[in-house]
């Protein structure tokens, strides 16, 4: 009877326990960014609205710098030093996202093919996205 | 630690093992007809809820069975059950005979009134075992459950669906296995699988009306508990088991289990395992991604028994895996995966005093631990290693009941006391703060007899405590400490005459608001939902009413069952409209509104000819915000059932069309579903060679491959139910 308990805690013990993905309580409270090319803004989202596109031609690449913003429109300057930037592109073949830089708040788009498709913007935090952006509308399209 | 864990359960046990006077309760069971052993049946002792199963001579033996009269009940596949009762003298044996009559016309869904009053046993509504066990066996629980009268399923995929009963689920429905919690969190949101895999369940039990606040304050629809028996309650003679496989084709579908229990010495032992596995599911749209799954569960217990009573302990963990859809409006573009572990250990003993008011004393402690994480898709890496959100629930729970002996007019009755523990800490992108809750509980619950007239009370009280670590003004208010003492009770009357019953309930329940309705701030994202709790939210109640009408006879049966559930402060997320900034999800405010809900179920069985049994079922249920007038959300359409079966020997062919009516009538921001026309068929067989019972349900279920959606589906949008499915179940007793 004793081995059967002992065998009964041993299986008990050894499927091991996982525990949190532990994050800090402070998030960056992020209610609107603006998203600029060469120092212009091109496109926002302020609450859940985005307004905007943003342009590329085909075979050629702008650099997009983001700049979030809180809800009384004042820029976060100081992100977190957790917080990485992650922007995807939901047609890569159309435009490509490359040189994300958390560090400048910075990514690189990239026109591949004549088209139009969507970037969402995430800020990761311990390993899960605080916040996402809404889709925003990339252009790529070919020199007149 | 082991030294540690023998001595409590030593001290423990000591005062059972005192001499007292028992009785031995030795017989056969034998074919009323043949005259043959029925190897494998099961004898249990009805107050006592020990058991025994019959060798292959079908001899049994009851050992240390305490003073007094008892009700001895025998049931195996393919016979009636049978129950006498019988005299157990101090250190007497008693001889008995049971002789089973095998089944032509078995009531499906009904007791046969006259059965029942025999046992005078503390009956659950509801308890689904053997043969309807096997032939409604599913992936969940509630997959076996929903064919039943007023039962359907929410959902957000096959995998974490759980039973709605009257359009009430989630905390108002009480999932239970082996009559204590589950431990898990799958009463708090749509994507929360129950951390429990039907595969070896002895028994499912359904129990409404006052003898549900036995187990909780908030039994509005009612208490499930499914009977795994981890921890045996009486001493086998030899070694027992049975080995299941079932397979399906909808989701290449596989699983498999064993259970085994044995003597050894003055202890019994049992251990189960089960394991699941299944592919995404097909419908009859095409498969649909990320809805594979699957679990494993092991179990083992053992127990010592005494001249006056049993002590036991057992240990389990389940793994579970599965995937939430994704790809429609709200939802993350690829779904999302859900892994959740748990541990549970449990101790349990019954000391069965000699005489005095009680018969029994149960005494339970089980402790818990539940980790649960949901996983984002990363474009980036092509993985789901995004954590969304995890949730560690701790768990501890402390009982005694007292069984009270019947004498007079009391038929039985349960006195007791419980003390609840738990502490919810959720990680990931979520502002919910770390809060611990505690609870403690007075009860009783008597059952009374006066000739053709019964009743049932209970009496029930708590004080809940629910601590955030943290006291702080937040953006949905002051998170802070809240405690609540809320009452409930019950009454049912019940008359019974001939073959006719009929009955009335009255049922007040309290629901106290959850460490996720009162502090919680974020996203959800399996849910799809972003969710804003109330730190202000009061106690929900509920005044449930229902009158039964019921006639019962071998030739047919009709019970038809009225209702009416008046919530005070009904608890519930109300879709804002609106839709979060930090993710694009909508918004659901936790809110407590007043709300009524009423309906009826009705089951209709004909016994058409000695082969043939017709059982028609429906059941409705119509809820509205009583301020606003508004429908509340998420509530099952008029559903039926038509079954028509077909019994020779030991084949049963079975035909049924399950029926759902469009719903219409939808809450703010809720689609409408439309109705439903869905057949299956069935054949059971079983058989026993070489001392062994072998049983095989096979199934086709969606026969015409038909395309329609479950309205509580959360998913619904993108998730059609299963297409066409071949199921096939083996289960070898020995």
């Not at chain 2, 708090?188 to 039907?198: E, N």
């Not at chain 2, 092991?298 to 005494?306: E, I, N, V």
């Amino acid at each position: 009877m004793r081995s059967l308990l002992l065998l009964a805690l041993l299986a008990f013990a050894a499927t091991g326990c996982k525990d949190h993905n532990d994050h800090g309580d402070d998030h960056a409270e992020v209610f609107a960014f603006d998203l600029l090319v060469n120092n212009v803004v091109v496109a926002s989202q302020t609450g859940t609205t985005v307004t905007g596109s943003i342009g590329v031609g085909v075979g050629s690449s702008a650099v997009v710098t983001v700049r979030l913003k809180d809800d009384t429109g004042s820029e976060i300057t100081e992100w977190e030093d957790e917080v990485t930037l992650e922007v995807v592109s939901a047609d890569a073949a159309t435009v490509s996202v490359t040189e994300i830089s958390t560090a400048q708040r910075s990514f690189r788009l990239t026109g591949a093919a004549e088209g139009s498709t969507t970037i969402t913007l995430m800020l990761m935090h311990g390993g899960h996205a605080d916040f996402e952006s809404r889709p925003i509308v990339v252009s790529s399209t070919r020199p007149l | 630690m082991i030294r540690t864990l023998f001595l409590l359960v030593s001290v423990a046990w000591a005062p059972l093992a005192a001499a007292q006077s028992t009785g031995t309760i030795r017989g056969r069971v034998m074919d009323a007809d043949t005259g043959e052993p029925v190897a494998l049946a099961t004898v249990v002792l009805v107050e006592s809820e020990r058991g025994a199963t019959v060798h292959e001579d079908g001899t049994f033996e009851l050992v240390r069975v305490a003073a007094g009269r008892h009700t001895v009940r025998a049931q195996r596949l393919g016979y009636d059950s049978h129950a006498r009762s019988v005299e157990v003298r101090p250190g007497a044996v008693v001889e008995l005979e049971l002789r089973l009559h095998a089944t032509v016309y078995r009531s499906r869904a009904i007791e046969v009134t006259a059965d029942r009053a025999a046992s005078d046993e503390p009956a659950a509504d509801r308890v689904l075992s053997g043969r309807q066990l096997r032939q409604q066996l599913g992936r969940t629980l509630a997959e076996t459950l929903v064919n039943e009268a007023g039962v359907t399923q929410s959902s957000m995929g096959p995998a974490p669906a759980r039973p709605v009963i009257r359009g009430l689920g989630g905390d108002r429905l009480l999932i239970l296995e082996d009559g204590r919690s589950t431990g898990d969190l799958s009463s708090s949101s749509p994507d929360h699988a129950v951390a429990l895999d039907p595969m070896n369940a002895e028994r499912i039990e359904i129990l409404r009306g006052p003898a549900a606040l036995v187990y909780a304050s908030n039994p509005a629809a009612g208490v499930v508990n499914v009977v795994r028996g981890q921890i045996p309650t009486s001493k086998p003679g030899h070694l027992h088991g049975s080995v299941s496989l079932q397979g399906e084709t909808v989701n290449r579908g596989l699983s498999g289990g064993f259970n085994l229990t044995g003597p050894a010495g003055p202890w019994a032992w049992k251990t189960d395992f089960s394991g699941r596995t299944a592919s995404d599911m097909r419908t009859p749209e095409g498969p649909l991604p990320n809805t594979d799954g699957g679990n494993l569960h092991a179990a083992l217990g053992a127990t010592r028994f005494a001249a006056s009573g049993w002590w036991g302990v057992s240990a389990n963990l389940l793994e579970s895996w599965y995937g939430i859809p994704g790809d429609f409006v709200g939802a993350h573009p690829n779904g999302i995966r859900v892994n959740m572990q748990r541990h549970q250990v449990d101790t349990r003993g019954e000391w069965q005093p000699e005489g005095g008011l009680f018969r029994r004393v149960e005494v339970l402690a089980h402790g818990s631990r539940y980790f649960h994480e949901e996983l984002e898709y990363s474009t980036a890496r092509r993985a789901y290693d995004i954590v969304g959100t995890d949730f560690v629930l701790r768990g501890a729970r402390l009982q005694a009941v007292a069984h009270q002996r019947p004498q007079g007019a009391v038929v039985e009755g349960r006195f007791g006391w419980s003390g609840t523990w738990s502490r919810l800490t959720v990680g990931g992108f979520s502002y919910t703060p770390p809060a611990t809750e505690t609870g403690i509980a007075l009860f009783g619950w008597q059952k009374r007899r006066w000739g053709a007239w019964s009743v049932e009370t209970a009496l029930r009280v708590d004080r809940f405590r629910v601590s955030p670590d943290r006291e702080e003004d937040s953006r949905i208010g002051r998170i802070r400490t809240r405690t609540f003492t809320p009452l409930s009770g019950g009454l049912k009357l019940m008359w019974n005459r001939g073959l006719w019953e009929t009955g009335a309930t009255w049922l007040r329940t309290a629901r106290m608001p959850s460490m996720k309705e009162l502090y919680s701030e974020g996203p959800h994202l399996p849910a799809y939902s972003y969710e804003v709790g109330d730190p202000d939210l009061g106690v929900e109640t509920g005044s449930n009413t229902d009158v039964f009408l019921q006639y019962a006879s071998e030739a047919a049966a009709v019970r038809i069952t009225l209702f009416h559930i008046r919530f005070g402060g009904y608890l519930y997320p109300r879709n804002t409209g609106e839709e979060a900034v930090a993710r694009p999800l909508p918004i659901y405010q936790y809110t407590g509104a007043d709300a009524a809900l009423v309906g009826f179920e009705s089951v209709a069985e004909w016994h058409l000819s000695r082969n043939w049994v017709a059982t028609v079922t429906a059941s409705a249920v119509e809820g509205t915000l009583t301020d606003s007038g508004e429908p509340l959300p998420f509530i099952p359409p008029l559903t039926g059932k038509l079954d028509l079966a077909h019994t020779r020997g030991a084949v049963t062919l079975s035909s049924s069309l399950r029926l759902a009516a469009a719903q219409e009538r939808t809450g703010a921001f809720e689609t409408p579903t439309e109705g439903y026309a869905v057949w299956d068929l069935g054949v059971q067989w079983y058989g026993s060679r070489g001392g062994r019972l072998h049983t095989v349900a096979a199934k086709l279920d969606n026969v015409t491959d038909a395309a329609y959606r479950m309205h509580l589906s959360r998913v619904k949008a993108i998730l059609p139910e299963p297409g066409r499915s071949f199921n096939l179940l083996y289960r070898l007793y020995f």
